[in-house]
């Protein structure tokens, strides 16, 4: 018997409304005691067959509108997430809740090069930045869980590449690849090598 199989995911005996009140309530239970974003088939089986999962999503995060915390999709998963506003109020309180991405700016320079070219090889961060990139590096950000082996290179060896995970989404607030900020208005502004 699968874990799941011991709630009542349909609640049938409740009134519609109510039905839906607790589903939201059971979603928002699992991101709260989430420490990484829930993937869809996730908040799935919480909830019954007659769920519309993105309905209840946009219900919750209506009636979290005005709570310090939201709720953040992040590639095909969805996490809680405290709001920026709060950001200062944390850190002043110490080590509550830190998930601060501390990399030096060698590795944030591998790590941007990354989600914005994948799926890289070693090689081509090497044609990127002009000298070989280390393995150490490359192990940091795997450690962090902020990339990981994407597809084998089409080439002779097949060398691994490299892509961003949703380790890395999470970390940068962002939803999707498509949240990075665009690549040449960074070069336009002088934030990035052109």
């Known amino acids: 018997m699968a874990k799941h199989d011991d709630i009542d995911r349909e609640l049938a005996d409740l009134p519609p409304e109510l039905r839906w009140r607790e589903w939201m309530r059971r979603i928002e239970a699992v991101l709260f005691a989430s420490a990484t974003p829930v993937p869809r088939a996730g908040l799935a089986r919480v909830v019954g067959q007659g769920a519309t999962l993105d309905l209840l999503l946009d219900d919750l995060a209506a009636e979290l509108a005005d709570r310090p915390y939201e709720i953040a999709r992040v590639g095909d998963a969805w996490m809680l997430r405290t709001r920026p506003a709060y ?3 944390i850190r002043a309180v110490g080590d509550v809740g830190d998930r601060e991405v501390d990399l030096s700016e ?3 320079a591998v790590l941007a090069a990354i ?3 994948q799926p890289v090889t070693r090689d081509g961060l090497k044609d990127i930045f002009g000298c070989e990139i280390s393995r150490d590096l490359i192990g940091r950000l795997v450690a962090r869980a902020l990339i990981a082996p994407g597809p084998r290179a089409p080439r002779r060896g097949a060398p691994y590449t490299y892509v961003t995970t949703r380790g890395f989404l999470a970390a940068f607030g962002l939803a999707d690849l498509r949240d ?3 690549a040449e208005a960074l070069r336009d502004a ?3 090598g052109g």
């Open 87 to 89: 950001g200062a109020v």
């Open 106 to 108: 060698r590795d944030l």
């Open 115 to 117: 989600a914005y070219h």
């Open 180 to 182: 990075l900020p665009d």
């Open 190 to 192: 002088g934030l990035a």
